[in-house]
């Protein structure tokens, strides 16, 4: 099969959308692209980073559940696409992100906690970029910081392939999101603390296997009503490239979505919907930066895509 340079382009964006770390649109390579950003670029994301660490602090919070844009994904309907927890106890630096992280060189993923101003400048665009942030109500996020906090325990969930496009309800790969939203199913789901032990060992024979923690988190989620993204492909054989992309995979997901074309994964959106739905005082916080100013709006209203402020947002100039 051959693609066109343009199907090719989309093939690399679609990879880019779907929890691609440094995936570029205009090449397929997942590694992390080279450093090309200005000193006077890096301070304003600098600046951008200490707006958004701000807002963390005037929160009173530990947690937020923190995602990031880069690439123009407008063709999928994406903003966001790649998420992770921001910890204000992490043992990296306060507010570093504990997220999954694909190492291509090693092809395979990994529990990385990385400062607030790495987790940004993945976002591939130096004049312009978004972060979502969510807060949820002390009780509840106290639970999931544990969770996340605990290295063992995340490690239970890290599954053992990646693929960009993991499908949500498979355990045969796992992508970045994946990861955060079966994190937030056992923490909320007390899944991490396992049945009790019975009173004696007499009948313990009888006692059936529990499945394996990240097949019970998707149990639960399903259960609790989560919904995975839709990312509509359109054009089929686009989906049939993706043998040209090892991060890429088909096999996990149902055949029926195949044949139409579309990919249901966990992405940031599908995530904030469902805590949204969920946790009684959730609150939203959405950044945006341009050369000239760092927008922050509260509420669940987007931002424009120009990073326009409207009344009721702060601005912070960059001048």
């Not at 024979?205 to 989620?221: H, I, M, N, V």
Request: proline share 7%; glycine share 8%; hydrophobic share 40%.
């Amino acid at each position: 099969m051959l693609l066109t340079r343009s199907g090719l382009a989309a093939l690399a964006a679609l990879a880019a959308v779907l929890c691609s770390p440094g995936a570029q649109a205009t090449s397929l390579r997942a590694c992390d692209p080279p450093d090309n950003l200005t000193a006077a670029q890096k301070d304003k994301i600098f600046t951008f980073g200490a707006v958004i660490k701000t807002e963390l602090e005037k929160s009173g919070q530990r947690l937020a559940l923190i995602a990031r844009a880069g690439l123009d994904l407008g063709r999928f309907g994406v903003r966001y696409s790649h998420a992770g927890f921001s910890l204000k106890h992490s043992p990296d630096t306060p507010w570093a992100i504990r997220q999954l992280y694909y190492a291509c060189d090693e092809k395979q993923p990994h529990i990385f906690d990385q400062g607030m101003l790495g987790f940004l400048l993945g976002m591939n665009e130096p004049s312009r970029g978004f972060v979502s942030v969510l807060l949820l109500p002390e009780e509840e996020a106290a639970v999931i910081e544990q969770a996340a906090l605990d290295k063992n325990q995340a490690l239970q969930l890290l599954g053992a392939t990646y693929s960009a496009n993991a499908y949500a309800f498979s355990q045969k790969y796992q992508n970045c999101n994946q990861w955060v939203a079966e994190v937030l199913a056992a923490a909320r789901g007390g899944l991490l603390q396992g049945p009790e032990a019975p009173p004696s060992s007499e009948g313990a024979e009888d006692l059936a296997p529990l499945p394996p923690l990240r097949e019970r988190a998707q149990a639960w989620l399903k259960s609790q009503g989560y919904t995975p993204s839709v990312i509509d492909v359109r054009w089929r054989p686009l989906m049939w490239g993706t043998v040209f992309v090892p991060w890429l995979n088909n096999d996990d997901h149902p055949s029926e979505d195949q044949a139409q074309a579309i990919y249901r994964v966990s992405m940031p959106a599908a995530i904030e919907g469902f805590l949204r739905q969920q946790v009684p005082g959730a609150q939203r916080l959405e950044f945006c930066h341009t050369e000239r100013h760092v927008v922050v709006r509260r509420g669940w209203t987007p931002l424009a895509e120009g990073c326009v402020p409207e009344e009721g947002d702060t601005v912070v100039p960059l001048d």
